[in-house]
């Protein structure tokens, strides 16, 4: 009992749910409106690190740094999405993949700021409980992965995911229903981003001291996945994706069955073959994924039902 | 008779050097229904696509009347003009493959209030608020099952139109808004465009080949060619004239 | 540093660097402008010709300049297999753009992650055999890295005018706007297609050789170089292989002058900057 509270358990338990958090945020951009961005883990690591560094050089409390860092966030968000969001989609693709890989760079280079790959920290959690500390951020961390979830599923129950959805599958004929599609792009976009980077500044903690391997394209890519083999199109997607790769990989491989170190790096080597490989492959034959795609369509017998729920 | 809605001066496109439209001085929307007709490569859709923004315009000016007010709507984009009440149809069928029929009206009917990401609760409101006017349109083109998708090329083109329709446009076009419809729709279609003209004062400009239907339903019709409007004037008038026997009637459906 | 003394710098590192980067262009811009796609696999060809050069050079002790011929053919070999077992089956299946992008870095993946499962993560070194010491514009520079510079353009200036000049290329053109259409004219699509991948994989084999014989060979030699050829190619205009060549040099020679007198990470800033700038101007002009 001890072991799975104050170990390494716990904390590969809080990134994943930090990983589902973002992955069905992705589902969000991608899966219902149809944003192509590589910028995740970018959005990310510049939340995790704004927060840290707001914490340790500006000496502040952890509540205010992680409102700071979500803010900041959404600022640079709005930029970038005011730039590439009204180009195509391989133009938002790349473009946000750059940024990710720039804002990763500049973490390394610029480490008079950032302590570049020596990492960045201590940043101890906000309360003590002792050995129950860990488990009762985690559990933080729980309510607010469900919430997303939560906000990810009303979406598709709401006017707003409709509009969301009509941009995704025809933005013209959007348009010509009046839609300011592009400004609603952008605004979720910096609202989804900013949530991304409140991810990120609630990550610090956990991590205790932040590292540029943390951010890098790498996480956006195992994100794609996870997202692409769970499901794009399902709130549960991410959940289902991420368990599938991280925790597989990472939790269960890594953690709960030991391996001996020589092998570490062929493990490594072998998780990203086979993330390539079930890539090509879910995205050959069976592109909408594990869960499969959304039907909105109701059967007459279960209208009935659906009154009921919301009358 | 109706205020005018848009006042066109000057409108030139070219295609590579060839041009397509060439209308120095036109008023469209003082009737309830008028008709653009042509034969095939006269530039018809081309005007519609340059009023409706989806072209640009070589020089030219376009004027909307709306509210008593002058609108330069040149400047304007796409979705800024179906949301000062310029809306079209679409020749091409187009649709969202994942809403449902009900999805799409509903679509059409929220308005910007109900569309901000934080409102995920406003669902249940705008449904009550948007039942009867929905369940309307539903009853009048009998729609099987308006929680499924629009399945054949018909109900995709009437879901089109009646998306249109809901937006209360003060000015809508249509391409071909009949073309693959069963007659008896394309008589329901009709009927619901005349009572909306004279309900609403809407005024609608139909792009049309079947000329049964623009000599029946128009009051006002234009006859284009090579890209300028030749004649104009009541559907009797304009059927007699010489010109538009000679240059149109031998190809199109009369 | 003198203004001159920079510019001589520039201009030398520059061109040398570039010309792995130019020719690694000219192979990208030929899948992009015959499948209209970003194709982020090109990066392991780059990597897969480093490997199986260094591979005939340093392990079986072959000559480094007879490596180059054998390591790239199977570099080309390798990228026509790739199009036939997936690219071509997704594309026929109607894939879009975004996914096709997403399904390359899948392929991506499995390729330099199975190098590294095969050669295991060391670093290779080449053996070059007697270099000789010259210099060029003041600077000075191996017989190695002159004739690398020197064969590069040269293999990039022949794929120019095979594009160009050849009815060949312009077959490929035909072919990449209306596959059905030309296929009526007498093109055979999947004869076409495979010579432009071979050729795609052939230049990128070489430019990893060449980027891999000024440093060392390892596995993410094509992937870091990625995104660079990606904003060269868009920037040069895609589907113009003049434009990649163009813009080749001018990005390595751009690259270098920010990289003297900053830090790399603002090279690619810069670079990016330009790319973004040049597509809203593109755009704005449509």
Redesign the interface.
Same mark, same amino acid.
């Given at each position: 009992m001890e072991q799975l509270l104050s170990g390494y358990f716990i904390y590969m338990l809080s990134i994943l749910l930090l990983f589902v958090a973002l992955a069905t945020i992705l589902h969000m951009q991608f899966g219902i409106t149809g944003i192509?961005s590589f910028g995740i883990a970018g959005i990310w690591g510049f939340g995790m690190y704004s927060c840290a560094i707001i914490m340790i050089k500006l000496n502040t409390p952890f509540v205010l740094a992680v409102i700071m860092a979500t803010v900041l966030t959404g600022i640079i968000s709005l930029g970038i999405g005011r730039? %590439?969001l009204?180009?195509d989609?391989?133009?938002v693709?790349?473009?946000t993949?750059? !940024?990710s890989?720039?804002i990763e760079?500049?973490i390394?280079?610029?480490s008079w700021l950032t302590k570049g790959v020596m990492g960045y920290g201590p940043v101890k959690f906000p309360f003590d409980f002792g050995i129950y500390t860990k488990l009762a951020y985690f559990l933080i961390i729980l309510l607010f992965t469900i919430a997303v979830m939560y @906000?990810a599923g $009303?979406?598709h $129950?709401?006017?707003?995911? $409709? %509009?969301l959805?009509?941009i995704?599958?025809?933005e013209?004929?959007? $348009?010509? %229903?009046?839609?300011?599609?592009f400004r609603?792009k952008l605004? !979720?976009f910096t609202?989804t981003s900013a949530l991304v980077g409140f991810f990120g500044a609630i990550s610090v903690p956990v991590y205790n001291f932040v590292f540029p391997k943390y951010i890098g394209p790498d996480i956006t890519?195992t994100l794609?996945?996870a997202l692409?083999l769970g499901a794009r199109k399902r709130v549960f997607g991410g959940l289902v994706g991420i368990v599938a790769t991280v925790g597989l990989f990472d939790i269960i491989l890594e953690t709960v069955v030991p391996i001996p170190s020589q092998y570490a790096?062929?493990l490594y080597?072998?998780k990203?073959?086979l @993330?390539?490989?079930?890539?090509?492959l879910v %995205?050959?034959f069976r592109?909408s994924g594990i869960l499969g795609d959304?039907n909105?369509?109701?059967n007459?017998k279960n209208?009935s039902k659906f009154e009921k729920k919301?009358g | 008779m109706q205020d005018k809605k848009l006042h066109l001066k000057n409108i030139i496109k070219r295609f590579g050097g060839r041009k397509v439209v060439d209308i120095k001085d036109l008023t469209l929307g003082t009737h309830g229904i008028e008709g653009l007709i042509g034969p095939n490569g006269a530039g018809k859709t081309t005007l519609i696509n340059l009023i409706s923004h989806k072209l640009k315009m070589d020089t030219g000016q376009i004027l909307y009347y709306a509210k008593g007010n002058e609108i330069d709507i040149s400047k304007k984009s796409f979705d800024q003009i179906a949301r000062l009440g310029m809306v079209r149809t679409n020749q091409i069928i187009q649709d969202f493959q994942s809403l449902t029929i009900r999805d799409s009206l509903l679509l059409s009917l929220a308005t910007a209030k109900y569309e901000r990401f934080y409102a995920i609760f406003s669902e249940k409101r705008l449904r009550k608020s948007a039942e009867e006017e929905i369940q309307k349109y539903l009853d009048y083109f009998h729609f099987e099952n308006p929680d499924g998708h629009a399945l054949s090329a018909g109900e995709k083109k009437l879901l089109d139109i009646i998306r249109c329709l809901m937006l209360k446009p003060k000015f809508l076009l249509m391409d071909e808004p009949t073309s693959g419809l069963p007659q008896d729709q394309t008589d329901m279609v009709i009927a619901l465009m005349r009572r909306k003209t004279v309900e609403e004062g809407m005024s609608i400009l139909i792009v049309e080949h079947n000329l049964d239907l623009i000599w029946g339903a128009c009051e006002n019709v234009y006859f284009m060619a090579e890209g300028e409007i030749l004649i104009q004037g009541p559907p009797d008038e304009v059927r007699k004239n010489k010109t538009v026997v000679k240059k149109y009637m031998g190809e199109g459906d009369a | 540093m003198t203004f001159v003394m920079f510019l001589k710098s520039t201009l030398t590192i520059g061109l040398l660097e570039s010309a792995p980067l130019m020719l690694a262009a000219v192979g990208f811009t030929l899948i992009f402008c015959l499948n209209g796609f970003i194709n982020i696999a090109f990066a392991e060809n780059l990597t897969i010709g480093a490997y199986l050069a260094v591979t005939f050079n340093s392990m079986l002790g072959w000559n480094f300049y007879a490596s180059i011929i054998p390591a790239s053919v199977l570099a080309g070999v390798i990228s026509v297999i790739t199009y036939l077992v997936v690219f071509r089956p997704a594309m026929r299946r109607g894939m879009g753009k975004s996914e096709m992008i997403i399904l390359s870095v899948g392929v991506s993946f499995v390729l330099r992650f199975g190098i590294n499962l095969i050669y295991g993560s060391n670093l290779f070194y080449f053996n070059v055999g007697k270099t000789y010491y010259l210099t060029l514009f003041g600077m000075g520079i191996t017989s190695t890295q002159l004739i690398c510079l020197g064969l590069a353009l040269i293999i990039a200036l022949g794929l120019y005018l095979f594009m160009y000049k050849t009815n060949y290329g312009q077959i490929m053109r035909a072919l990449s706007d209306n596959e059905e259409l030309a296929t009526i004219a007498g093109i055979n699509p999947i004869k076409v297609s495979v010579l432009v991948w071979f050729l795609s994989g052939f230049a990128g084999g070489l430019a990893g050789i060449f980027t891999g014989v000024f440093t060392w060979v390892h596995s993410g030699i094509g992937w870091n170089m990625i995104l660079t050829i990606l904003l060269v190619a868009i920037i040069g205009r895609v589907g113009n292989v003049r434009g990649a060549l163009i813009a080749g040099a001018g990005v390595g020679i751009i690259t270098t002058a920010v990289t003297l007198v900053t830090k790399p990470a603002y090279g690619a800033v810069v670079l990016l900057i330009i790319f973004i700038a040049i597509l809203k101007f593109r755009k704005v002009q449509v």
């Open positions: 192509v730039i %590439l009204n180009l989609d391989q133009s693709l790349v473009g993949l750059a !940024f890989v720039i760079d500049m390394v280079s610029e @906000y $009303r979406l $129950r709401s006017p707003y995911g $409709r %509009l959805l009509s995704q599958d025809n013209p004929l959007a $348009r010509s %229903l009046g839609k300011p599609t609603q605004i !979720f609202f890519f794609w996945i692409l790096g062929m080597n072998s990203y073959f @993330y390539g490989l079930v890539l090509v %995205l050959m592109p959304k909105r369509s109701i007459i209208i919301e | - | -």
